[in-house]
C-alpha cells in the first residue's frame, strides 16, 4: 500500500515459480491430520502413508508415460538433476571420461558437471545458435569424437529464460545410440508442453513441483530400468534404495495431483499462447524497433515471452513497474551491466541484453492482466527511454 492506493499485481514470472494449484491443496490438506505415519512402517499408522505415496508416484508416472517403479520422489529440481549426474558418474564415471551438457543449462546442472570435472570427469559444453537451440549435429561430432568415452549427456527440454525447446529426442537417439545416458531437466517444459518419456528416449528426466502448480520442496526423477545409478543420499533404502530418506506423503500428494492437473490442462496451454502472442503484439506495436524478441519465434514454450528492450536494462524498466512482477536476463553491478550466461552463449547483442525481461504467463493470467501489463511495460519503458 502505498499513499492509499493498493499496488497492481499482475503476476508474470510462471517460470520462477507457480501458485498452488486448488487439486494438489485439496489432496495435502486432508494429509495435516491424517496419513501422518511412516510410509516404511507396516503397521496401522504406517499403511495410509504409503497408500498415499504410492498413488501419487503413479500419478506422476502417468504424468510421464512412465512405469511408476521408475518414478524416484526427491526434494526437488535441484536434488533430481544432482542425483541425475552424480548418480551415473558415481556408477560409470572413471577420470578421463566425458560428460556432454548444453551451454545454457540451468546452474542445477552446471554446477553439478563442475564438480565433477573436480573428480576427473571431461565436461564439454554444446554451443547454441542464435535461437538458443542446440544442432544435434554438435553433438554427433562431439560424440564421434576418439579422445574419451562420454558417458553421460544432460540436455534441458526447455530453457528456463528463453523458452526455447531443444531437439532432445533426436539427441536421445545419438548418445543412447553412442552408448552414453541421456538427461533432461523437464522442470519447466512440464505442464506447458507433452513430457512423455517414451517419445523423448531418455534414461532421466527431472521433475520440480513448484515448477507445474505443486508445492515447493518436493521433485521428481524418473529413471529407465537399467540406468546405473549409485543414491546421492545413502541410508535405509527408501525409494528402492534410490533415495534414502523418509518420504513425505504430504507433499508427494500435491505433487501427484499437480501433475494430474497439469496433464488435464495442457489444452489450456493453446489459450496461454495466444495472450503471449496478445502481449508481445502489444509492445512491438507500441515501441517497435525498441523492442527484439530473445529466443527462438515458433519452438518455445508456448507461456514465455523473452523481450529485449533497448535503451535501458531490464531492472531498470521492472523496477518502473513494479505492480508487475516478471525476471530480468540481466545482472547489474553498480556501475557495471552483465548479460545473462545464456545469451552470451547465443551471442546476443548486449543493446538487446542488457535489457531482457523475461515474461513467463500461467494458465490462470487473463486477457484484461495481459492488457495492463503491456500498459504499465509500455509506459515504463517510454519514461526509460527505450527506443
Known sequence: ??????????????????????????????????????????????????????????????????????????????ESNNAALKGVWAARGRPGAKIVVSAIEHPAVL????????????????????????????????????????????????????????????????????????????????????????????????????????????????VRPGTPLEPLLHGAGHEAGRRAGTESALLAAGLGAACAAAAAALPRMAEVSRLRETLWEALRRELGEGVALLGHPVERLPNTLYVGFRGTTGAELLARCPGVAASTGAACHGQGRQMSAVLRAMGVDPVWGEGAVRLSLGRGNSVEEVARAATLLIEAARVAGVH
Request: glycine share 10%; charged share 20%.
Open 1 to 78: 500500500m502505498s499513499g492509499g492506493v493498493a499496488l497492481e499485481r499482475i503476476y508474470l514470472d510462471h517460470n520462477a515459480s507457480t501458485p498452488l494449484c486448488r487439486e494438489a491443496r485439496a489432496a495435502m490438506l486432508p494429509l495435516l491430520e491424517d496419513a501422518w505415519g511412516n510410509p516404511s512402517s507396516s503397521h496401522w499408522a504406517g499403511r495410509p502413508a504409503r497408500e498415499v505415496l504410492e498413488r501419487a508416484r503413479t500419478r506422476v508416472a502417468d504424468f510421464l508415460g512412465a512405469d511408476p517403479a521408475m518414478v524416484v520422489f526427491t526434494s526437488g529440481g535441484s
Open 111 to 222: 554446477e553439478p558437471v563442475r564438480f565433477l570435472a573436480r573428480q576427473g570427469a571431461r565436461v564439454t559444453l554444446l554451443p547454441v545458435d542464435a535461437t538458443g537451440r542446440v544442432d544435434p549435429g554438435d553433438l554427433a561430432a562431439e560424440l564421434a569424437r576418439a579422445d574419451a568415452e562420454t558417458i553421460l549427456v544432460s540436455v534441458m527440454q526447455a530453457n528456463n529464460e528463453t523458452g526455447t525447446l531443444q531437439p532432445v529426442a533426436e539427441l536421445a537417439r545419438l548418445a543412447r545410440a553412442a552408448g552414453a545416458f541421456f538427461h533432461t531437466d523437464a522442470a519447466q517444459s512440464a505442464g506447458k508442453v507433452p513430457v512423455d518419456v517414451a517419445e523423448i528416449g531418455c534414461d532421466l528426466l527431472s521433475l520440480a513441483g513448484h515448477k507445474l502448480h505443486g508445492p515447493k520442496g518436493v521433485g521428481a526423477l524418473y
